[in-house]
């Protein structure tokens, strides 16, 4: 989509909420496909954020209110055009498993810790725009995602296992629940499982022969049928029931401080996961319709969001893939069609709530339960498993933290071991000794390759920034490679291209190394001393400690410049 033909000057307002800019540059020609759009996402919208309320304990209502909310706040501060922020099953799913063992069963209590929640990590995501921190999301790593994907995806289909049998399950935790499980299936209540795993088969049907039917839609026009016509209600086949008519009011959230002192590591956690599954979204939709988003008012917009959802009785919401993706291929423009979305949402809560209410709890059941699968990216943890071994861990042990443990501290389970796992890469960097390749110079040739080297020279390159984490192990390295060599060695070039930092820590190691080379009467050399390089080691002293002329451009040139001083006589 081309930019807009006329363009304002920004005005103060417009820099504060740049979605004003949209309604003085909108073209009617946009608006038709901007209202089929709307009204295609609000439709298909419906039921799934019925069925994620009721995954944290609440009432449908508040599904609906979270999912309002967005709609109308997102359009004036986000930078994207075609996302559609709202309920979100993986951000919905952490937030239950942090308020459901708070509530105590209570769906009253149950909405204000949601709304506390959504409150948080909010202001979280403000305080981030604030700061400038738009790139905090590159902290949570693709194995880290994909592990806390599929634990999430698993802990999603056991918590609708209880629904879909028909069966009353006490324990919440993963493997507990399984146990649970197996010896009760004995009391599965027959009508509810067959309808659901019958709900099962016809997702599964409809996403292979016909994709672009939004399941949702179809099962739940299904089960209200189906619930009508067999009397599924009176055969205790569980139903949504009445819910209440209106538009949601400004509640501020009631949660004490002993619940926002629990709750604020998840408002963590889920600010984090907001932003990150947010704005990988908006990337993906700006580069495919040949714009830019801002990453610091995406964080700011998210985070408006969720304070207002928090506000107006909803629960903490982000960019949605689905309705997304729903609103760029039925034609979505503009920020518009979610403003459609959003007065069609309205029609809905006012007028045609009672329609909702035969619908079997089975049926979400159904859509969340197919709704987990879609969380594994199958294809990217082959790719992972195939490629990365060591990140392929990463990815699994994530998993297992985040069934274990729980989602948060799953979460923190695999930020905490790949920070680990990169602390051990810097620690225990490559090297390589370089060899002469005739006619090309100096070449890491890998550990088993022979090449040729000059006796008494040593050019040795090390591949990571020189820090605290790691300087034992160059220093030791040096004093191997020193000790290894068939001949005295009288030069050490450290070939530093690829060390674009030393820490104070590495400086003292550095300078108590050239000491103890000296003592040897081994001299220290540098070469591809790159400009941050020089400019510590010239503020640090150790370039006149070791000597400008021990500073070389090339390897080449060190050992062309050694070749001439052993060939020199002393005096």
Request: aromatic share 8%.
């Amino acid at each position: 989509m081309s930019e807009p033909a006329r363009q304002t000057p920004p005005t103060a307002l417009m820099r504060w909420i740049p979605g004003l800019a949209l309604f003085r540059n909108y073209r009617r020609e946009w608006f038709s496909a901007d209202l089929l759009a709307g009204v295609s996402v609000c439709v298909v919208m419906i039921p799934s954020v019925i069925a994620y309320a009721g995954l944290m304990g609440l009432p449908p209502q508040h599904g609906l209110y979270a999912a309002l909310v967005p709609l109308l706040v997102y359009p004036f501060f986000g930078s994207s055009r075609q996302v559609i922020v709202g309920p979100d099953i993986a951000i919905s799913l952490l937030i239950a498993s942090a308020i459901v063992p708070l509530a105590g069963g209570d769906p009253a209590h149950a909405a204000a810790l949601a709304a506390t929640v959504a409150v948080l990590s909010g202001l979280l995501l403000l305080l981030g725009a604030r700061a400038k921190m738009g790139a905090i999301a590159d902290f949570l790593s693709k194995p880290v995602l994909v592990g806390y994907m599929t634990g999430a995806a698993l802990i999603l289909v056991a918590s609708q296992l209880d629904k879909l049998f028909g069966i009353r399950l006490e324990h919440n935790d993963f493997f507990p629940r399984l146990a649970e499980l197996a010896g009760k299936l004995r009391q599965a209540h027959a009508p509810t499982l067959i309808f659901g795993l019958g709900l099962l088969v016809v997702i599964v049907g409809l996403r292979r022969v016909a994709p672009k039917i939004p399941p949702a839609l179809v099962v739940v026009a299904a089960a209200i049928a189906a619930s009508r016509l067999l009397g599924l209600e009176g055969r205790h086949v569980a139903v949504v029931g009445e819910f209440p008519r209106g538009l949601p009011s400004f509640a501020f959230p009631t949660a004490d401080w002993k619940d926002i002192h629990t709750l604020l590591p998840a408002a963590i956690g889920i600010a984090l996961l907001t932003y990150t599954e947010g704005i990988l979204l908006a990337r993906a939709f700006a580069a495919k319709n040949g714009y830019e988003v801002n990453p610091n008012q995406e964080l700011m917009a998210l985070g408006t969001a969720d304070v207002c959802t928090g506000l107006f009785q909803g629960f903490s919401v982000t960019g949605s893939q689905a309705r997304t993706t729903i609103n760029d291929s039925a034609g979505g423009k503009t920020q518009v069609a979610s403003l459609v979305a959003a007065v069609t949402l309205i029609l809905f809560l006012l007028f045609l709530t009672p329609l909702i209410a035969r619908l079997p709890v089975v049926a979400l059941a159904a859509l969340l339960i197919c709704g987990g699968f879609t969380l594994v990216e199958f294809d990217i943890m082959v790719r992972i498993y195939r490629f990365y071994p060591r990140s392929a861990m990463l990815a699994a042990l994530t998993t297992l933290g985040v069934l274990a443990v729980g989602v948060v501290l799953g979460i923190l389970v695999g930020v905490a071991l790949s920070l680990l796992a990169l602390i051990e890469r810097i620690s225990n960097p490559p090297d390589a000794v370089l060899r002469i390749v005739p006619g090309e110079g100096f070449h890491d040739l890998g550990d088993t390759a022979t090449g040729e080297t000059i006796p008494g020279f040593i050019a040795f390159r090390f591949y990571a920034p020189l820090l605290f984490s790691n300087a034992s192990h160059f220093v030791e390295r040096v004093r191997q490679l020193v000790a290894a060599s068939p001949t005295p060695v009288r030069w050490f070039l450290v070939d530093a291209q690829a060390i674009t930092d030393i820490d104070i820590t590495a400086a003292e190691a550095l300078r108590a190394l050239n000491k103890e080379l000296l003592q040897q009467g081994i001299a220290l050399k540098f070469a591809h001393t790159n400009r941050p390089l020089r400019q510590i080691l010239e503020r640090i002293g150790f370039t006149s400690e070791i000597g400008r002329e021990s500073i070389f451009h090339a390897v080449h040139e060190a050992a062309a410049a050694f070749q001439a001083a052993k060939s020199t006589p002393p005096p």
